[in-house]
């Protein structure tokens, strides 16, 4: 005899199938968040050097007059997308670095040149000056003074984002398997003996 509700079953499937899609794609996305989390501190480990050097330069560096031989200007660019509905538009940035070629008036170390990292666009051009700072361990290396290549709280603001990205991404996976397990035993409660 045939039963009294025949899609009872395929509905059931159905309905659970929907769940399963949904904490699948809750979960995805919980992948997605930790991943850039992750990302975002190793980004901070990989600064946290470069800031260490900038601190370093900007309290120890010896101070020199230097002539600018070289200006590379450096184009960094960034698009964001803000905004929602009809509203919504994409922002463009654009900042620059410089590597800054120059002839020091003293050598440091038996070295004439240096090459300064400037956080910003140089305006002056072969034949300028500069006072700079060079790193004694490295002469090559050099900055403005006042001027850190890589600032100290950048490393920190990585850092500090990317925790509270796995922080979160955690926090939602524990919730997306408690759900997981909250549906799989009132399934088992109420499956049919």
């Keep these: 005899m045939p039963s009294q509700f025949p899609l009872r079953g395929s ?8 769940q399963l ?21 190793i980004v901070s480990v990989a600064l946290r050097s ?5 601190s370093f330069v900007q309290a120890h560096g ?27 538009h994409t ?17 440091v170390d038996g070295q004439a040149r240096t090459t300064v990292h400037v956080p910003r666009y140089e305006t002056d051009g072969p034949g300028g000056t500069l006072t700079v700072l060079v790193d004694p361990d490295d002469p090559g290396y050099a900055e403005l003074p006042g001027s850190p290549s890589t600032p100290a709280v950048l490393p920190a603001i990585f850092l500090a984002v990317g925790a509270f990205l796995v922080v979160v991404a955690a926090t939602g996976g524990a919730l997306i398997a408690r759900s997981w397990r909250r549906s799989s035993r009132a399934r088992d409660t109420s499956a049919p003996r």
Excluded: C
Excluded at 11 to 18: D, F, N, P, Y
Excluded at 21 to 39: D, E, K, P, Q, T
């Design 62 to 88: 010896v101070r020199r007059e230097a002539v600018i031989l070289n200006v590379d200007n450096i184009v960094h660019t960034s698009t964001s997308t803000t905004g929602s509905g009809s509203a919504k």
């Design 91 to 107: 922002v463009t940035s654009t900042t620059y670095t410089a590597d800054v070629l120059v002839r020091l008036a003293d050598p």
């Design 21 to 41: 899609s949904g904490r699948a794609a809750a979960l995805i996305a919980m992948l997605i968040v930790l991943f850039i989390g992750a990302v975002f501190i």
């Design 11 to 18: 509905i059931a499937g159905i309905s659970r199938g929907r």
């Design 50 to 54: 470069s800031a260490a050097r900038s």
